[in-house]
């Protein structure tokens, strides 16, 4: 995991995801609609210029894992990032606050990694 979890305001909080993973752009279109969801950037890494990632993230690692920048330029990514995420949400600040107590962090970064792991079998096959 990237970085630390602890957000140091309210400010928005970029989250950079791989709009090519049929999941990940379902998932995030949850989190999108949500009324909470003017609380953060959402970046599509799949077609962000290197620009749009900013410092310290190149395309390749935003699309190996979720990531989010906080308001003061920290890198958070896989659970962690997550649980920022969840922590700005109503009705997922809980799941956010769990996350925080190291074993439930800890099962739920082998979980995350676990679908990263079985993630490409979900990706649509592109002709040649």
Known sequence: ???????TDGGPVQVFYDGGCPICSREIAFYQARPDADAFVWV?????S???LGPDLDRDAALRRM????SDGRLVSGAAAFAVMWRRMR???????L???PPVGWCAERA???????RPL???VRAP
Not at 112 to 118: N, P, S
Request: aromatic share 12%; glycine share 12%.
């Open 50 to 52: 290197g620009d749009a």
């Open 67 to 70: 990531h989010v920048r906080l």
């Open 99 to 101: 996350l925080a107590i």
């Open 91 to 97: 009705g997922f600040r809980w799941l956010g606050h």
């Open 112 to 118: 995350y990694r676990l679908f990263l792991a079985l």
């Open 122 to 124: 979900w990706r649509p």
């Open 1 to 7: 995991m990237a970085g630390n979890t602890t957000e």
């Open 44 to 48: 599509d890494a799949s077609g962000a």
